[in-house]
């Protein structure tokens, strides 16, 4: 194991620490909301900021993980079609035109929490902390592209399918 692999599975162990946490903390606010909400009449008042920040960390730190695992939709009808090796070398350029796009999310997310101003409404947190993850959702997505791309360029010349290394569908994109 190469060390990009031991840095991908650090890296995957962190993000689904990260995405378990933020989902037990929007269900454990929201039950505790409805809760006080029916027996007590005193809903809590800062319930829907933390759930809708809960809710971003897990769409954009678990895309990242859901691209690490190659569980993004792909269709491949065309591909499907093509010569095994035309196959592998076909995912190799679709990997590459993909990788210039998270580029341009990460930057824009780079520029968004730089120049996010401001405190939210009702725990005063700092804005930039609601963008920060489409930031380092879309880093983590441009370090497992790049992987991915590693990972099909050797497979291509092998002859070897990702998936039988990977352990995942083979045309995931």
Known sequence: MNLLEKLAQAIEKIVIWWIVSALAVMVLTIVCDVILR?????????????????????????AALAFRRRAHISINVVTARLPV?????????????????????????LLVVQHAR????????????????????????????????????????????PAEKAEAPTSAI
């Open 118 to 161: 401001g405190v939210t409404p009702t725990l005063r947190l700092p804005i930039w902390m609601y963008y920060f993850p489409i930031f380092i959702g879309s880093v983590i997505l441009f370090f497992y592209g790049v992987m991915q791309i590693l990972e099909a360029i050797e497979a291509a010349r092998s002859g070897i399918r």
């Open 38 to 62: 029916g027996a007590l009449d005193s809903p809590l008042v800062w319930n829907l900021e933390v759930a809708q920040s809960c809710l971003i960390n897990i769409t954009y730190v678990g």
């Open 85 to 109: 090796k035309a196959q592998r070398w076909v995912d190799v350029v679709a990997r590459c035109l993909v990788l210039p796009f998270i580029g341009i999310l990460a930057y824009s997310g």
